[in-house]
């Protein structure tokens, strides 16, 4: 079976783009330079004030891991706001963020953002009906959290300098955090966070466009080949509430937990198919050789290692639910949350606790780095 599993893997998991190991390295390497040519092109539209609030040190742990899905009304943000720059700087940092991400990636980056509007329309409209009854401390946070709500209110910090090679970017704002960390040549693109409200827009001209439904629809495809045995070792409870916590900001793994849920050793061909499909979505914000090279170091692990746990209602995916894949070198948290009468709201979380913002290679570079001197 373990073989049956392996060749499975190999041919459907990682696809024929890595074949071989040395193609997704030197794919990362071209994607890298890229990369530093695009933020050197964004660089020099800055002003002196603009880079010293864009540049940190790359060594400066609370900068590069301070991200956050939440408003930053309750989370502020350090960096350049998107807000304050000038069109032509705009256009130089969109350079960069395409370039840092896959296609998908970047359109669901930026059709995140323009749901900003949305929630805001939702708390002006209740203030207008109840801001008159709302205590007054009450009125000022709703009026904070209102004014967040904005699709310019995102913001970019680089940490290090693009020019060596070694150096990370972060974007982060409301249900958005994207970071790439550069060593030498290869890309990490772990913790990302994507989220949104509404999932499906209801009303209005954009009615009935939706993000990350690719995502869902892959879960769904998984969850529909699953047996009842199969749903008896992968549901841990029918009930949201007690499901494992989310692993957003400031999330540690805990390596000495027990492995729970469902092994990936326990399904079909089909269905491994069908949850590499999964996880190729879950990582395809990832620049593709980027990606490539994350599936050759799950394929390594071993899809023993692999497995996948379930919270909520599991018959009707409509309903809230949380769903964990994890292994050494992935761990996936997807969320439908919101209101009980209609939960159209995602997060999503991807991981690598292996190489969590680059750390294995960084500690490498910086061992060879000390070598050298």
């Given at each position: 079976?373990?073989?049956?599993?392996?060749?499975?893997?190999?041919?459907?998991?990682?696809?024929?783009?890595?074949?071989?190991?040395?193609?997704?390295?030197?794919?990362?390497?071209?994607?890298?330079?890229?990369?530093?040519?695009?933020?050197?092109?964004?660089?020099?539209?800055?002003?002196?004030?603009?880079?010293?609030?864009?540049?940190?040190?790359?060594?400066?742990?609370?900068?590069?891991?301070?991200?956050?899905?939440?408003?930053?009304?309750?989370?502020?943000?350090?960096?350049?706001?998107?807000?304050?720059?000038?069109?032509?700087?705009?256009?130089?940092?969109?350079?960069?963020?395409?370039?840092?991400?896959?296609?998908?990636?970047?359109?669901?980056?930026?059709?995140?953002?323009?749901?900003?509007?949305?929630?805001?329309?939702?708390?002006?409209?209740?203030?207008?009906?109840?801001?008159?009854?709302?205590?007054?401390?009450?009125?000022?946070?709703?009026?904070?959290?209102?004014?967040?709500?904005?699709?310019?209110?995102?913001?970019?910090?680089?940490?290090?300098?693009?020019?060596?090679?070694?150096?990370?970017?972060?974007?982060?704002?409301?249900?958005?955090?994207?970071?790439?960390?550069?060593?030498?040549?290869?890309?990490?693109?772990?913790?990302?966070?994507?989220?949104?409200?509404?999932?499906?827009?209801?009303?209005?001209?954009?009615?009935?466009?939706?993000?990350?439904?690719?995502?869902?629809?892959?879960?769904?495809?998984?969850?529909?080949?699953?047996?009842?045995?199969?749903?008896?070792?992968?549901?841990?409870?029918?009930?949201?509430?007690?499901?494992?916590?989310?692993?957003?900001?400031?999330?540690?793994?805990?390596?000495?937990?027990?492995?729970?849920?469902?092994?990936?050793?326990?399904?079909?061909?089909?269905?491994?198919?069908?949850?590499?499909?999964?996880?190729?979505?879950?990582?395809?914000?990832?620049?593709?050789?980027?990606?490539?090279?994350?599936?050759?170091?799950?394929?390594?692990?071993?899809?023993?290692?692999?497995?996948?746990?379930?919270?909520?209602?599991?018959?009707?995916?409509?309903?809230?639910?949380?769903?964990?894949?994890?292994g050494p070198s992935l761990h996936i948290d997807f969320t439908r949350t919101g209101g009980e009468d209609r939960p159209n709201h995602f997060h999503i979380i991807v991981r690598d606790p292996s190489n969590e913002y680059g750390s294995d290679w960084l500690q490498s570079h910086y061992e060879e780095a000390h070598t050298d001197e």
């Amino acid at each position: 079976m373990k073989t049956l599993i392996l060749v499975v893997l190999s041919t459907l998991l990682t696809g024929a783009a890595h074949a071989h190991p040395d193609h997704a390295e030197t794919g990362m390497q071209r994607e890298a330079a890229g990369m530093a040519e695009a933020a050197a092109d964004f660089l020099a539209t800055l002003d002196e004030d603009q880079r010293a609030r864009l540049l940190f040190d790359l060594d400066d742990t609370e900068a590069r891991e301070g991200w956050s899905n939440l408003p930053t009304s309750m989370a502020p943000r350090s960096g350049l706001q998107i807000a304050t720059l000038s069109d032509a700087q705009r256009i130089a940092l969109h350079g960069l963020l395409a370039r840092g991400m896959s296609s998908e990636g970047y359109g669901e980056a930026m059709h995140i953002m323009t749901l900003e509007p949305y929630l805001r329309a939702g708390v002006e409209a209740a203030i207008a009906e109840r801001g008159d009854e709302m205590p007054e401390d009450m009125l000022a946070r709703a009026t904070a959290i209102m004014e967040s709500y904005d699709p310019e209110n995102y913001w970019v910090r680089i940490f290090g300098d693009p020019a060596s090679g070694t150096w990370s970017l972060v974007l982060d704002g409301h249900h958005l955090a994207v970071t790439a960390t550069v060593v030498d040549g290869r890309i990490a693109f772990t913790p990302v966070f994507l989220g949104n409200n509404p999932q499906i827009i209801q009303t209005g001209l954009y009615a009935g466009r939706r993000s990350l439904q690719h995502e869902l629809d892959r879960v769904a495809d998984l969850m529909a080949s699953l047996d009842a045995d199969q749903m008896g070792q992968l549901v841990q409870s029918e009930d949201t509430q007690d499901s494992a916590d989310f692993a957003g900001p400031g999330w540690v793994p805990d390596m000495d937990a027990a492995p729970e849920g469902l092994s990936a050793t326990d399904l079909n061909p089909d269905q491994l198919v069908l949850l590499s499909y999964a996880i190729r979505e879950f990582i395809g914000v990832a620049t593709l050789a980027a990606g490539d090279a994350q599936m050759a170091r799950i394929e390594a692990d071993g899809m023993d290692m692999i497995r996948l746990a379930w919270w909520g209602d599991y018959t009707d995916l409509s309903r809230r639910f949380m769903l964990r894949i994890t292994g050494p070198s992935l761990h996936i948290d997807f969320t439908r949350t919101g209101g009980e009468d209609r939960p159209n709201h995602f997060h999503i979380i991807v991981r690598d606790p292996s190489n969590e913002y680059g750390s294995d290679w960084l500690q490498s570079h910086y061992e060879e780095a000390h070598t050298d001197e």
